[in-house]
């Protein structure tokens, strides 16, 4: 039978089951949410009369849950249009509804009695062979299944999100001892390819693999940070991008998770693992008792381990807490001659050999750290998982690690891995033992553009599944590379489909790039069928290489500045109308000129996660690789009959001049950056470039042929122009912008109006890129763009001037 899932229902309407109704509706699932009945009316619902049978009333607790998830930031849903698809109810009216979905899943508190009285009832609606699942995080299953049904048994297994489900890829699935096969795999599949999560297989253990081994890491920190006699912010500088983990780093990370959630699951594993080697490691030192003493829990108590206050300047503050005197301080910097050496080493993979071998307290930090860390993986095999690629997938989903601890081993080299655990008083477990005394020297291996492990029962290695869905760059790019330079690789995707992948700092756009780009085109039209751009860093691209532009307007070296805009333009020109289709597939931050790359491929294949827009303004100029351009056409072919053209065009003009920026690939649809009924969202970021080739053989199979230049772009001319210089009068004179934002404005203005044209004209493609290049030059004479350009170099963040 094939399984579809057209509407599920959440029962709980907390911060977890919020935000998985949210992200069912992000992929376009019914939600019925809903949660208990309050058992007293509020002084609202008094003033206005109102008693606890009223609708209003009953739905109150689920509502506000579900309003205050739809405001809190980084939003849980793709589009807030997409709220609509979530249905509100309460427990004791609408769970009969339940009988109509076709996935229930329970995320109440985590109380086994409530749980179980929930189940009682879900038994009662619940239509026999639908599938059944709990969020729980750790209370074991065998409990959860006393007194239900054998029907309920078979269909019931742990599907664990991480919080936010929307943003954090770790689904963790544990089945019941009685849950059908057929039911795993279907959930298995069903969270990679649809909720696109990392789906990890897990056992019934103590708070599964996820939280095991990310609250190890961190309590072992918590017991390490004293004796090695470091500071919060020296912690969190090494636990940080360094090693390839989020900016938040360790104590940043507790903040923002609330302690008390961290102590929650400590405990529970103190408690539950009596037999685990590292059982002690659970328990809480004083620190954090004092801390839970006196509610300092992180960001949800105003304070933590760091604390923003305001000084006597009145300036905004961020304190730190002292660990030996309890008191917060002023934050100090942390520096380290060992993370001087990495400065130079790009890719975090590449620097842990470097780390460990630092001389400082640095170096003594990743040697105690890491030794723990591969000990306690190395034991949890076979207890927690059977494969140790799961350790990995999950350490690296749930908690944004860049690579997992088995692969952390790798680079610094399995033998290596076991001198220090040696150092420390820690052996290595058998298996690894025998896998050295065989010959095998890695966890992992990359045979034909595939990811094998170490498979520790059949004691070989053993090629990972479900990478048939997948492209994986890294693997193929040595072995399927056609060309090179300091920009970009240019790979054989096979089946005639070229990938150009992005290699300069942030992915960013310039001469080199440009070059390869062009190369790139000029070999698939003549040896291949199309072209993909696509890279599977952490970003597309951030945009134009701006240090670049600024140096040559400093220097005033406008001709060569003029021509390196040009070369810009001509190469986005090129993704438009070469003889074979392009395909663009950003994901991340997709800014400045890589959302114009976007805007001028053929086919965007967009992964959900795209942060994308013309954020040029920020930096004093207008998009200048034909975005203004692309703005001024794509508003021309939405003129319809009876439009009020002008409004049309003004919406296209104030997205690039309030730099707007899509917070998902679906609002990039609202803002006329994605186009619909011609561009694709995946949802599994893993999947993008696989499904990018897929587009573009399709259109190179259905008989691709190079479209024609365009020479009919109708626009407004004088009277735009006039619309929009008395906006962005008005606007200076209520001081909403400054005299240098005005002139900005009004530049692309000229650009979008087509210039100062008597009456609407029909123009060529070519004309509105010579006057958006002539309007980009001309800002970049003035001082306030060159400022507003430094600037952002030095901070990173916009100046207003």
């Known amino acids: 039978m094939t399984r579809r899932i057209k509407k599920v229902a959440i029962i709980g309407s907390g911060i977890m089951g919020s935000g998985i109704a949210c992200h069912f509706a992000n992929i376009g699932v019914e939600v019925l949410l809903l949660d208990i009945v309050p058992r007293e009316l509020n002084d609202k619902e008094k003033a206005k009369g109102l008693t606890l049978e009223d609708k209003v ?37 609408d769970l009969h509804k339940i009988k109509d979905v076709d996935w229930v899943m329970e995320v109440v508190v985590e109380r086994l009695d409530i ?26 299953i065998k409990f959860m299944n006393e007194g239900r049904s054998e029907d309920f048994q078979k269909h019931f297994a742990v599907t664990h999100f ?37 789906s990890v297989l897990a056992k019934d253990t103590p708070a599964f693999i996820g939280n095991r081994i990310g609250i190890f890491g961190i309590q072992s ?12 912010e020296e912690v969190d500088k090494l636990t940080g991008p360094v090693i390839g983990r989020p900016k938040s780093a360790t104590f ?56 923003k206050t305001v000084n006597a300047e009145g300036k905004k503050e961020i304190l730190s807490l002292d660990l030996n005197t309890m008191e917060y301080r002023s934050k100090q910097r942390a520096k380290f001659a060992t993370l001087e050496l990495t400065k130079t080493i790009d890719k975090p993979i590449d620097r842990f050999k470097v780390l460990v071998g630092g001389k400082d307290k640095a170096g003594e930090f990743y040697r105690k750290n890491f030794a723990a860390m591969f000990a306690y993986v190395q034991n949890r095999i076979p207890e927690i998982s059977d494969e140790l690629y799961r350790i990995d997938d999950a350490m690296k989903a749930g908690f944004g690690w860049e690579n997992g601890p088995f692969e952390i081993w790798d680079a610094i080299g399995v033998e290596k891995g076991i001198e220090l655990m040696r150092a420390e008083g820690k052996e290595p477990a058998a298996w690894v033992t025998e896998m050295v005394s065989n010959g095998e020297t890695s966890f992992y291996t990359v045979k034909d553009g595939a990811t094998y492990y170490y498979d520790v029962p059949a004691k070989k290695q053993t090629k ?21 330079n300091s920009g970009v690789v240019v790979e054989d995707l096979g089946d005639g489909i070229l990938n150009v992948e992005f290699q300069s700092k942030m992915n960013t756009i310039g001469g080199d790039v440009l070059a390869g780009l062009n190369k790139a085109i000029d070999m698939a039209e003549k040896d291949y069928q199309g072209l993909v751009v696509g890279n599977q860093a952490a970003n597309f691209s951030v945009g134009a290489n701006i240090g670049m532009i600024f140096m040559m307007a400093v220097e005033q070296e406008y001709d060569e500045l003029n021509m390196a805009i040009k070369y810009f333009q001509d190469t986005m020109m090129r993704m438009r109308y070469s003889s074979i289709p392009t395909i663009s597939a950003p994901h991340g931050m997709t800014l400045g000129g890589g959302c114009e790359l976007s ?20 930096v004093g100029v207008i998009p200048g690789g034909g975005g203004s351009k692309e703005f001024a056409l794509r508003a021309a072919d939405s003129f319809k009959k009876g439009d009020v053209e002008l409004n049309v065009l003004q919406e296209y003009f104030l997205t690039i001049g309030m730099a707007k920026v899509a917070t998902s690939a679906y609002e990039a649809f609202d803002l006329g950056i994605l186009q619909k009924g011609k561009d694709v969202v995946v949802v599994n970021k893993d999947r993008q470039i696989a499904e990018a080739k897929k587009h573009a053989l399709m259109l190179a199979e259905a008989g691709y042929t190079q479209p024609p230049r365009r020479k009919d772009i109708k626009v407004l001319g004088k009277q735009a122009l006039g619309m929009f210089l008395v906006g962005t009068d008005s606007m200076e004179a209520a001081h909403y912008i400054s005299e240098h934002d005005k002139k900005i404005a009004n530049k692309l203005a000229y650009v979008m109006a087509g210039g100062d044209l008597s009456e609407p004209t029909r123009v060529t493609e070519q004309y509105l890129l010579d006057i958006e290049r002539e309007a980009f030059l001309s800002l970049c004479t003035e001082r306030k763009t060159l400022e507003r350009i430094q600037h952002m170099l030095k901070t990173g963040k916009p100046l207003r001037n």
């Open 57 to 93: 009333v009953r739905n109150r607790l689920v509502n506000d849950a579900l309003t205050a998830s739809l405001k809190s930031k980084p939003s849980p849903i793709y589009n807030q249009k997409f709220a609509d698809r979530i249905t509100t109810g309460n427990i004791e009216d």
């Open 252 to 307: 940043r990370t507790v903040d923002v998770v609330g302690l008390d959630t961290l102590v929650h699951v400590a405990n529970g594993l103190y408690e539950n693992c009596p037999n685990d080697e590292a059982h002690e490691l659970f328990k809480l030192p004083d620190f954090i008792e004092t801390m839970m003493k006196n509610k300092w829990l992180g960001s949800k108590t105003g304070q933590g381990f760091y604390k």
């Open 221 to 232: 920190l918590f017991h390490q940070v004293k004796e090695l006699g470091l500071t919060i």
């Open 162 to 198: 991480f919080n936010p489900p929307r943003y954090l890829r770790l689904f963790e699935v544990v089945p019941g001892p009685q849950c059908k096969q057929e039911v795993t795999d279907f959930l298995m599949m069903y969270g990679e390819k649809f909720l696109g999560k990392t």
């Open 115 to 140: 749980k179980q009285q929930v189940f009682e009832q879900v038994e009662k609606y619940r239509t026999p062979g639908t599938i059944i699942s709990s969020n729980t995080s750790g209370i074991p």
């Open 464 to 484: 990972k599944p479900g990478q048939d869905a997948f492209i994986i760059l890294d693997n193929i790019r040595e072995s399927k590379q056609v060309f090179k």
């Open 599 to 618: 805007m001028h491929a053929d086919k965007v294949v967009a992964a959900a996660e795209t942060y994308i827009g013309l954020v040029e303004f920020g």
